[in-house]
């Protein structure tokens, strides 16, 4: 492929889009940006400077801190990216119970929606990217060339999730990760700006049934087809 491609994988919250999106990524050589990774380091931010209480955020401080730090991807030897604050890696600290609990809190607001946007923009610059999120399709790139909706129900995302995060977190209760997971959906659906929708001419994918290399092999199968002896 010679031209710049886009590809947006949208679909709420443990539904596979990280882990897909970097296989499709690596497959065709393309950077892969992580846009939850965002969120969550700005996430951990505002927790570590104490900016949310009880469910409210102080937006106007951790905007002034946002504009004082730096938000950056490396990219390893894989073109995958590594998310840094200030230049120091914190690709461990934002993968806790706690960051995922209150990532949706922060992604709501819109001045950090606007603020993230930059960032997603910036790093696409003249490169073939796979960028996952909620809010690709919808907004980040409209026109991308190819759109994807990775979706699965609760029950089968709780457990997905459960399973990632019980390797460091032994105690934590599925029941627990299920709770969280509807609230981050609910929040997700009808939050005011940039909420998570299925666009119209993305493509659905549902993998209740399906394992990692199904749902890579369908998106890559649609991609290759799209673009056989075009470029």
């Not at 900016?51 to 955020?57: H, K, P, W």
């Not at 709780?158 to 390797?167: A, C, D, G, I, M």
């Not at 997700?188 to 666009?199: V, W």
């Amino acid at each position: 492929m010679k031209k710049k491609v886009i590809v947006a994988i949208d679909g709420p919250s443990s539904s596979g889009k990280s882990t897909i999106a970097k296989l499709v990524a690596k497959h065709f050589n393309f950077t892969y940006i992580d846009s939850g990774s965002i969120y969550r380091a700005i996430t951990y931010l505002a927790l570590k400077n104490n900016l949310v209480n009880n469910q409210s955020i102080d937006v106007v401080s951790l905007i002034d801190l946002l504009n004082n730090c730096s938000i950056s991807f490396s990219f390893n030897s894989n073109n995958q990216n590594i998310i840094k604050i200030d230049d120091i890696s914190v690709d461990n600290e934002i993968r806790t119970f706690e960051i995922s609990n209150n990532v949706s809190l922060i992604a709501e607001k819109n001045e950090i929606r606007k603020y993230v946007l930059k960032i997603q923009k910036d790093i696409s610059k003249n490169k073939s990217v796979v960028m996952d999120g909620r809010d690709i399709g919808s907004v980040v790139f409209p026109n991308a060339d190819f759109k994807f909706f990775l979706d699965a129900s609760l029950d089968v995302r709780s457990f997905r999730r459960w399973n990632e995060l019980k390797l460091s977190e032994k105690d934590l209760k599925f029941e627990d990760v299920k709770k969280d997971l509807l609230k981050r959906d609910e929040n997700d659906i009808n939050r005011k700006f940039s909420p998570l929708i299925r666009c119209k001419d993305s493509i659905l994918i549902d993998s209740d049934h399906l394992d990692v290399n199904e749902v890579v092999g369908q998106i890559i199968d649609i991609i290759d087809a799209e673009f056989k002896n075009k470029y």
